[in-house]
Nanobody, 124 residues
Framework: QVQLVESGGGLVQAGGSLRLSCAAS????????MGWIRQAPGKEREFVAA????????YFADSVKGRFTISRDDDKDTVYLQMNSLKPEDTAVYYC?????????????????WGQGTQVTVSS
């Protein structure tokens, strides 16, 4: 089992930037593909971004392509989500998720472990 703790959320103006971090503990971090999922109030959970176990492949939802970047640092057992050019529609609780696989899921259902979430609010 792996434990995930997100941080870095907060309030930011539209057009601004924010970096989320997800710190992992437990089993070897390098054995997991990692993803970011978000959920706005009254909405279903939405896939945002993911990175493969090796870090060599990344995946993004169409809504965030060109604005968000996902990366991982296995020496620090941490995955990051760099969010630029933020829009009000990016407002949501952002969850870090992990799956013991080479390639990460690009849906919300197949991840095995989840963090508690961190709130991101983008004002207009």
């Amino acid at each position: 089992q792996v434990q995930l703790v997100e941080s870095g959320g907060g309030l930011v103006q539209a057009g601004g930037s924010l970096r989320l971090s997800c710190a992992a503990s437990g089993r070897t971090f390098s054995m997991y593909s990692m993803g970011w999922i978000r959920q706005a109030p009254g909405k279903e959970r939405e896939f945002v971004a993911a990175i493969s176990r090796s870090g060599g492949s990344t995946y993004f939802a169409d809504s965030v392509k060109g604005r968000f970047t996902i990366s991982r640092d296995d020496d620090k057992d941490t995955v990051y989500l760099q969010m630029n050019s933020l829009k009000p529609e990016d407002t949501a609780v952002y969850y870090c998720a992990a799956k013991r696989s080479m390639i990460p899921p690009t849906t919300t259902r197949q991840y095995d472990y989840w963090g508690q979430g961190t709130q991101v609010t983008v004002s207009s």
